[in-house]
Protein backbone atom coordinates (compact mmCIF):
# COMPACT_ATOMS: atom_id res chain seq x y z
CA UNK A 1 0.00 0.00 0.00
CA UNK A 2 1.24 3.71 -0.76
CA UNK A 3 1.33 6.46 1.74
CA UNK A 4 -2.01 8.74 2.10
CA UNK A 5 -0.34 12.34 4.02
CA UNK A 6 -3.67 13.69 5.64
CA UNK A 7 -3.43 16.88 7.63
CA UNK A 8 -2.64 16.66 11.47
CA UNK A 9 -6.11 18.08 11.99
CA UNK A 10 -8.32 15.84 10.17
CA UNK A 11 -6.18 12.58 11.68
CA UNK A 12 -6.76 14.29 15.39
CA UNK A 13 -10.58 14.11 14.46
CA UNK A 14 -10.78 10.52 14.32
CA UNK A 15 -8.52 10.02 17.00
CA UNK A 16 -10.19 12.58 19.68
CA UNK A 17 -13.37 10.21 18.49
CA UNK A 18 -12.43 7.64 20.01
CA UNK A 19 -9.84 9.09 23.30
CA UNK A 20 -13.24 8.79 25.38
CA UNK A 21 -12.73 5.25 25.54
CA UNK A 22 -11.41 3.22 28.37
CA UNK A 23 -9.75 0.14 26.45
CA UNK A 24 -6.93 2.81 25.05
CA UNK A 25 -5.31 2.52 21.00
CA UNK A 26 -6.62 0.10 18.47
CA UNK A 27 -5.35 -2.69 17.22
CA UNK A 28 -5.73 -4.45 13.82
CA UNK A 29 -5.25 -7.64 11.48
CA UNK A 30 -6.53 -8.80 8.23
CA UNK A 31 -10.45 -10.01 9.47
CA UNK A 32 -13.16 -9.50 12.11
CA UNK A 33 -15.05 -6.51 13.26
CA UNK A 34 -18.27 -5.29 12.14
CA UNK A 35 -22.07 -4.66 13.64
CA UNK A 36 -25.15 -3.00 12.14
CA UNK A 37 -25.02 0.77 11.48
CA UNK A 38 -26.45 3.08 14.23
CA UNK A 39 -29.68 4.57 13.51
CA UNK A 40 -29.93 7.73 11.54
CA UNK A 41 -31.58 9.89 14.65
CA UNK A 42 -28.78 12.52 14.30
CA UNK A 43 -30.46 16.24 14.02
CA UNK A 44 -26.94 18.09 15.15
CA UNK A 45 -23.50 18.03 14.73
CA UNK A 46 -23.03 17.32 18.18
CA UNK A 47 -25.27 14.41 18.12
CA UNK A 48 -23.55 13.09 15.19
CA UNK A 49 -20.41 12.74 16.41
CA UNK A 50 -21.33 11.25 19.21
CA UNK A 51 -22.21 8.25 16.70
CA UNK A 52 -19.00 8.69 15.44
CA UNK A 53 -17.29 8.59 18.99
CA UNK A 54 -18.87 5.44 19.25
CA UNK A 55 -18.71 3.95 16.15
CA UNK A 56 -14.39 4.74 16.93
CA UNK A 57 -14.53 2.88 19.76
CA UNK A 58 -10.83 1.58 20.89
CA UNK A 59 -8.97 4.16 18.31
CA UNK A 60 -6.90 3.80 14.91
CA UNK A 61 -6.03 0.54 13.67
CA UNK A 62 -2.46 -0.12 13.99
CA UNK A 63 -2.19 -3.22 12.43
CA UNK A 64 -2.05 -3.87 8.46
CA UNK A 65 -5.02 -5.09 7.04
CA UNK A 66 -5.52 -7.48 4.16
CA UNK A 67 -8.80 -9.15 2.55
CA UNK A 68 -11.74 -7.54 1.34
CA UNK A 69 -14.55 -6.21 3.00
CA UNK A 70 -17.89 -3.58 2.94
CA UNK A 71 -18.51 -0.92 4.88
CA UNK A 72 -21.44 0.63 5.15
CA UNK A 73 -22.43 4.50 7.14
CA UNK A 74 -23.53 8.21 6.87
CA UNK A 75 -21.89 11.62 6.74
CA UNK A 76 -23.13 14.69 8.65
CA UNK A 77 -22.25 17.97 6.43
CA UNK A 78 -23.25 21.33 8.35
CA UNK A 79 -23.73 24.31 5.27
CA UNK A 80 -21.71 27.44 7.03
CA UNK A 81 -21.92 30.43 4.96
CA UNK A 82 -18.91 31.70 4.03
CA UNK A 83 -19.33 35.35 4.58
CA UNK A 84 -20.96 35.68 7.87
CA UNK A 85 -19.91 32.39 9.40
CA UNK A 86 -23.42 31.67 9.55
CA UNK A 87 -24.51 27.72 9.99
CA UNK A 88 -27.64 27.76 8.05
CA UNK A 89 -28.58 23.67 7.85
CA UNK A 90 -27.24 20.36 7.17
CA UNK A 91 -27.21 18.00 4.70
CA UNK A 92 -26.99 13.78 5.63
CA UNK A 93 -25.97 11.34 3.20
CA UNK A 94 -25.65 7.32 3.18
CA UNK A 95 -22.19 6.03 2.53
CA UNK A 96 -21.45 2.27 0.72
CA UNK A 97 -17.85 1.43 0.44
CA UNK A 98 -16.22 -1.65 -0.52
CA UNK A 99 -12.86 -2.29 0.13
CA UNK A 100 -9.69 -4.71 -1.36
CA UNK A 101 -6.82 -3.83 1.14
CA UNK A 102 -4.28 -5.65 -1.06
CA UNK A 103 -5.19 -4.03 -4.44
CA UNK A 104 -2.63 -1.63 -5.15
CA UNK A 105 -4.66 0.48 -7.58
CA UNK A 106 -8.06 1.67 -6.73
CA UNK A 107 -8.62 -0.57 -3.67
CA UNK A 108 -12.11 1.43 -3.06
CA UNK A 109 -15.85 1.55 -4.81
CA UNK A 110 -17.92 3.35 -2.81
CA UNK A 111 -21.43 5.75 -3.22
CA UNK A 112 -23.24 8.32 -1.13
CA UNK A 113 -27.09 8.59 -2.19
CA UNK A 114 -29.91 9.51 0.30
CA UNK A 115 -29.18 13.16 0.70
CA UNK A 116 -31.34 15.06 2.59
CA UNK A 117 -31.16 18.11 5.54
CA UNK A 118 -32.25 21.42 6.53
CA UNK A 119 -31.76 24.56 4.90
CA UNK A 120 -32.79 27.96 6.60
CA UNK A 121 -34.68 26.40 8.59
CA UNK A 122 -36.79 24.40 5.75
CA UNK A 123 -36.21 20.55 4.79
CA UNK A 124 -35.39 19.33 1.64
CA UNK A 125 -33.73 16.23 0.11
CA UNK A 126 -31.73 15.85 -3.05
CA UNK A 127 -32.09 12.67 -5.32
CA UNK A 128 -29.13 11.49 -7.56
CA UNK A 129 -25.92 9.42 -6.50
CA UNK A 130 -22.54 9.89 -5.77
CA UNK A 131 -20.28 6.94 -7.36
CA UNK A 132 -16.76 6.35 -7.30
CA UNK A 133 -16.84 4.96 -10.63
CA UNK A 134 -18.04 8.61 -11.60
CA UNK A 135 -14.92 10.35 -11.14
CA UNK A 136 -12.40 10.97 -14.26
CA UNK A 137 -8.66 11.54 -14.09
CA UNK A 138 -8.61 15.21 -13.06
CA UNK A 139 -10.97 14.31 -9.76
CA UNK A 140 -10.10 10.74 -8.97
CA UNK A 141 -8.75 10.02 -5.55
CA UNK A 142 -8.81 6.50 -4.46
CA UNK A 143 -5.97 5.08 -1.96
CA UNK A 144 -5.63 3.16 1.05
CA UNK A 145 -1.54 3.30 2.56
CA UNK A 146 -0.36 3.79 6.24
CA UNK A 147 1.23 6.53 7.74
CA UNK A 148 2.68 7.82 10.67
CA UNK A 149 0.87 9.66 12.76
CA UNK A 150 1.48 11.74 16.43
CA UNK A 151 -1.01 13.81 18.21
CA UNK A 152 0.52 14.04 21.25
CA UNK A 153 -0.67 12.96 24.61
CA UNK A 154 -3.02 10.63 22.32
CA UNK A 155 -1.61 8.53 19.92
CA UNK A 156 1.66 7.64 18.19
CA UNK A 157 2.30 5.46 15.88
CA UNK A 158 1.26 3.59 12.53
CA UNK A 159 -2.39 3.94 10.71
CA UNK A 160 -4.37 3.20 7.69
CA UNK A 161 -5.79 5.78 6.28
CA UNK A 162 -8.14 6.35 3.09
CA UNK A 163 -8.97 8.44 0.50
CA UNK A 164 -11.91 8.11 -2.18
CA UNK A 165 -13.61 10.66 -4.64
CA UNK A 166 -17.37 10.53 -5.52
CA UNK A 167 -19.16 12.13 -7.99
CA UNK A 168 -22.46 12.32 -9.73
CA UNK A 169 -25.86 14.41 -10.47
CA UNK A 170 -27.73 15.38 -7.77
CA UNK A 171 -31.07 17.21 -7.93
CA UNK A 172 -32.82 19.31 -4.93
CA UNK A 173 -36.26 20.61 -6.39
CA UNK A 174 -36.00 24.36 -4.67
CA UNK A 175 -33.04 25.30 -6.16
CA UNK A 176 -31.71 26.94 -2.48
CA UNK A 177 -29.47 25.10 -1.33
CA UNK A 178 -27.89 24.81 -4.36
CA UNK A 179 -27.38 20.70 -4.18
CA UNK A 180 -28.43 20.59 -7.86
CA UNK A 181 -26.31 19.29 -10.99
CA UNK A 182 -22.42 18.13 -11.32
CA UNK A 183 -21.70 17.39 -7.58
CA UNK A 184 -18.51 16.36 -6.00
CA UNK A 185 -17.66 14.58 -2.55
CA UNK A 186 -14.51 13.25 -1.11
CA UNK A 187 -13.71 11.05 1.95
CA UNK A 188 -10.69 11.55 4.02
CA UNK A 189 -9.83 9.45 7.15
CA UNK A 190 -8.70 6.29 9.28
CA UNK A 191 -9.32 2.68 9.75
CA UNK A 192 -10.65 2.17 13.82
CA UNK A 193 -10.31 -0.73 15.52
CA UNK A 194 -9.41 -4.18 15.55
CA UNK A 195 -9.45 -5.81 12.06
CA UNK A 196 -10.69 -2.01 10.64
CA UNK A 197 -13.75 -2.55 12.10
CA UNK A 198 -14.61 1.05 11.08
CA UNK A 199 -13.50 4.25 9.63
CA UNK A 200 -13.96 7.83 10.90
CA UNK A 201 -12.79 10.74 9.15
CA UNK A 202 -13.94 14.05 6.91
CA UNK A 203 -15.93 14.81 4.06
CA UNK A 204 -16.28 17.60 2.05
CA UNK A 205 -19.33 18.02 -0.72
CA UNK A 206 -19.00 20.69 -3.89
CA UNK A 207 -21.30 21.78 -6.42
CA UNK A 208 -21.13 23.11 -9.81
CA UNK A 209 -24.11 24.92 -9.54
CA UNK A 210 -24.20 28.76 -10.22
CA UNK A 211 -27.70 29.19 -8.54
CA UNK A 212 -27.78 28.59 -4.69
CA UNK A 213 -25.98 29.37 -1.86
CA UNK A 214 -23.00 29.23 -3.85
CA UNK A 215 -20.75 30.81 -0.76
CA UNK A 216 -21.64 27.89 1.51
CA UNK A 217 -19.12 25.40 2.97
CA UNK A 218 -20.05 22.60 2.79
CA UNK A 219 -17.68 19.60 4.94
CA UNK A 220 -18.33 17.78 8.30
CA UNK A 221 -17.75 14.30 9.56
CA UNK A 222 -18.42 10.93 8.14
CA UNK A 223 -18.39 6.89 9.49
CA UNK A 224 -18.32 3.96 8.24
CA UNK A 225 -18.58 0.33 9.94
CA UNK A 226 -17.75 -2.66 8.17
CA UNK A 227 -20.66 -5.47 7.87
Request: charged share 15%; with cysteine.
Amino acid sequence: MKAIHLSAALCAVSLLAACDTSSGGGSGGGGGGGGSTPPATATTLEEFEAIVSDVAGTGPTTDPLSGTASYAGRTFIPMVDNTTGETRGHVTGDLAVDVNFDAAVNPMSGTATNFAGTYDGTEFTATGTLSSANTTASNDINAIGRAPIVVPGLFEGETTQMALALAGELEEASGATGLTGETYMTLQGQFMGEGGAAATGAASLNTGAAEGVGGVIRGGPFYLERQ
